[in-house]
Every structure is written in C-alpha cells, then in structure tokens.
C-alpha cells in the first residue's frame, strides 16, 4: 500500500505507507514546536495535498533553522525530513535557491534524494 502527495492535481511523490505516514507525522511535529501550519492537509487515510504556501513556509523556517543550529543530533534527524520536503517544494514549483557552500553542496544531495521519490 503507499500513500499519494499532491500538489493541485498533480501527483508530486507516492511513498509506501509507512515512508508517508512517518514523514506526515514529523512534520505535524515540526509545526507544532513552532507554532505554526504544515501546509500537509489529510484529504484520505492515504491521500495529502500540500498546500505550497503554508508548507514552504514551515520548510524555509525548518531550512534556516538546521544551517544555524550546532546542535548535530537535531540536525541529523532534520536532515532526511528537510531534503524530502525540499524535492516536494522543487515539484510543487518552488525549488530553495542556496546561499553559500554548506547549503549548495546540500542542495546537491536533492537530486540523488529525489531519483528515490518516485512520483
């Protein structure tokens, strides 16, 4: 069984079920220590439309948090979250432009991490 994500009407990534219900679970959690919206809204047990705007909002604020922090525990468990959500940004239209080495090389990482979402 797998889950669907889509943007509009376009199917952006179909994960398996358990990939889709642990990455709409930390972000619901990512949201919540912040205050703020996911932009993932629950349209079936198995179906999530993402909602650009919100959704970029909670990335940007997750992106701008994991190049501040020191903390490297926090970091890698936000690693694998923030490069899903950036190939899902990137098909919904809103790729994240980088600023300075650290945040190019990660970038790079988006287009090997995205080859395994399939859409």
């Known amino acids: 069984m797998s889950c669907v994500f889509r943007v509009g009407e376009e199917t952006v990534w179909t994960p398996s079920a358990e990939a889709g219900r642990l990455y709409v679970g930390m972000t619901k959690c990512l949201a919540a220590g912040g205050g703020r919206a996911t932009g993932v809204k629950t349209i079936a047990e198995d179906v999530f439309e993402i909602e650009p705007e919100a959704f970029g909002a909670l ?28 190939v899902l940004l990137a098909r919904a239209g809103r790729p994240v432009t980088p600023a300075g080495e650290e945040e190019r090389e990660f970038v790079e990482d988006i287009s090997e991490h995205a080859r395994a979402m399939p859409s």
């Open 59 to 86: 990335v940007e604020v997750a992106y701008k948090e994991y190049f501040t922090s020191t903390n490297r525990v926090y970091r890698s468990q936000l690693h694998g979250w923030l490069l899903t959500s950036l």
